[in-house]
């Protein structure tokens, strides 16, 4: 995920696309998820408009049940 920090979007790069949709979550550091979105079959590269409040997030790529990404992210 890039930029980081970032301000109005951000660029999920999957370097192993998967066959499955996968999950994209990011929470505020209270835990609260504050946005979530697919990313398809076979997607590569994706960029996701932010419309979050400036601060410390936590971002996640689910793949089922199975956390394969998680990072923190600053939006600034």
Do not use: C, H, M, W
Request: hydrophobic fraction near 50%.
């Amino acid at each position: 995920i890039y930029p980081n920090p970032a301000t109005d979007f951000i660029n999920v790069l999957v370097l192993e696309p998967s066959s499955e949709t996968q999950l994209l979550r990011i929470f505020d550091y209270s835990g609260v998820l504050r946005f979530a979105a697919n990313i398809e079959s076979g997607v590569n590269n994706i960029q996701i408009p932010l419309k979050l409040f400036p601060g410390a997030y936590v971002a996640q790529v689910l793949l089922g049940k199975i956390i394969v990404y998680a990072k923190p992210l600053i939006v600034l």
